[in-house]
């Protein structure tokens, strides 16, 4: 694509300079008319122009034409969807951690429903909160490719080794155009990590994710439904934990209630929480809290906005728009 607008740039620069009359005559069958005029429009003249003597002008039309070619390509469709291209980096030492292809396209669909807001348990969203659920979030993932390794390490830490093949793990595929996603076999506790956007394109961005709680079909209950992965990619997208760390916490949304800390298990509706003297209904089901897969089905409209900003073109994961 890029060398067809190198192209397409050189043509328009090249024929500018020699059309140099804006009319010209042409002969014609009616014997009534032997001269005619022809209209003229000077629009494309007047850009070669531009274009020829100012190269950031060159660099903005190439970009535009890069814009238009991405939603013709469907890589930002043509509503603003964004469809970020996923690598899957699999790092097994037994075979039930060297997860199929097909366990891989669970994993994604997943992903697809819960950012769409077409997840079939979205029918469980508390009326309360229904107003200000964030729907179809614009953001969508396709898988493009899958890297393989064996490993002998049974256990990984949180120091990003499984992301470097000098320390055993795999490199990331040119990780500021592609969400790199590592699978490894066992992190104790840890169910997956994420990087943030100030990460975007750095050696160690992307999410890591054990393998018991990958996909769904062979997944460890409770959390067998793949919300790990929508969680930690909320992460990766800009989403802090709903509680915001700390006791009555930020996590920089309006709209998600203020909440005293993370909630576990599967919590009863409506549960209440009081922070600076005030009680609130709290959105224990949004995927930044840690209960279970099943107890987790919904992103706020404040949550979409602020992962939709970091995918804009001058977010900080603008690179993801690309491939
Ligand atoms: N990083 C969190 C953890 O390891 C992820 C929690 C995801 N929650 C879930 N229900 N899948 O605990
Ligand atoms: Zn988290
Ligand atoms: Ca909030």
């Given at each position: 694509?890029k060398?067809n607008l190198f ?14 009359s804006?009319t010209?005559?042409?002969?014609s069958d009616?014997p009534?008319?032997?001269i005619?005029?022809r209209?003229?429009?000077p629009s ?13 002008a060159?660099q903005?039309y190439?970009n535009?034409?890069?814009g ?9 469709l ?7 291209p996923?690598?899957?980096n ?7 951690e060297n997860l199929?292809?097909s366990?891989i396209?669970?994993q994604?669909?997943?992903l697809n ?6 997840n079939?348990d979205a029918s469980?969203?508390?009326a309360?909160?229904?107003?200000i659920?964030?729907?179809?979030t614009?953001v969508?993932?396709h898988l493009?490719?899958t ?8 256990k990984?830490?949180t ?9 055993g793990g795999?490199d990331a ?6 969400f790199?996603?590592w699978?490894?076999?066992?992190m ?5 990590y994420?990087t943030f956007?100030?990460s975007a394109?750095l050696w160690n961005?992307?999410v890591v ?12 209950s409770?959390y067998?439904l793949?919300?790990?992965?929508t969680?930690?990619?909320g992460?990766?997208?800009?989403l802090r ?8 916490g930020n996590d920089?949304v309006?709209?998600t ?12 509706y409506p ?8 009680s ?5 089901m949004?995927?930044m809290?840690?209960?279970d897969d099943?107890?987790?089905f ?6 979409k906005s602020?992962t939709?900003?970091v995918l ?7 690179g993801?728009r690309?491939y």
């Amino acid at each position: 694509m890029k060398k067809n607008l190198f192209y397409l740039i050189s043509a328009v620069v090249l024929t500018a300079c020699n059309s140099s009359s804006e009319t010209e005559n042409i002969t014609s069958d009616d014997p009534s008319s032997t001269i005619v005029e022809r209209r003229s429009c000077p629009s494309e003249e007047i850009r070669a122009e531009l274009l020829k003597n100012d190269p950031a002008a060159r660099q903005r039309y190439a970009n535009v034409e890069v814009g238009v070619q991405n939603v013709l390509d469907g890589k930002v469709l043509a509503d603003g969807t964004v469809d970020i291209p996923v690598v899957v980096n699999v790092l097994y030492r037994t075979s039930a951690e060297n997860l199929s292809d097909s366990r891989i396209a669970e994993q994604i669909a997943i992903l697809n429903a819960d950012f769409a807001g077409t997840n079939t348990d979205a029918s469980k969203i508390p009326a309360e909160f229904s107003g200000i659920k964030a729907g179809d979030t614009k953001v969508r993932f396709h898988l493009v490719k899958t890297v393989r390794k064996s490993t002998a390490k049974t256990k990984w830490g949180t120091n990003d080794a499984m992301k470097k093949a000098s320390s055993g793990g795999i490199d990331a595929t040119s990780p500021s155009s592609y969400f790199n996603l590592w699978v490894v076999g066992n992190m104790g506790g840890i169910l997956g990590y994420a990087t943030f956007p100030e990460s975007a394109g750095l050696w160690n961005d992307g999410v890591v994710i054990a393998a018991p709680y990958f996909g769904k079909t062979g997944a460890t209950s409770p959390y067998n439904l793949g919300r790990t992965a929508t969680h930690e990619v909320g992460h990766y997208l800009n989403l802090r934990h709903i509680w915001g760390d700390a006791t009555c916490g930020n996590d920089l949304v309006s709209d998600t209630p203020t909440q005293t800390g993370a909630n576990y298990g599967k919590p009863t509706y409506p549960k209440y929480n009081t922070c600076s003297g005030t009680s609130r209904s709290i959105m224990f089901m949004n995927y930044m809290d840690y209960v279970d897969d099943a107890a987790m089905f919904m992103f706020s409209a404040g949550q979409k906005s602020r992962t939709q900003s970091v995918l804009t073109s001058t977010g900080a994961r603008s690179g993801l728009r690309v491939y």
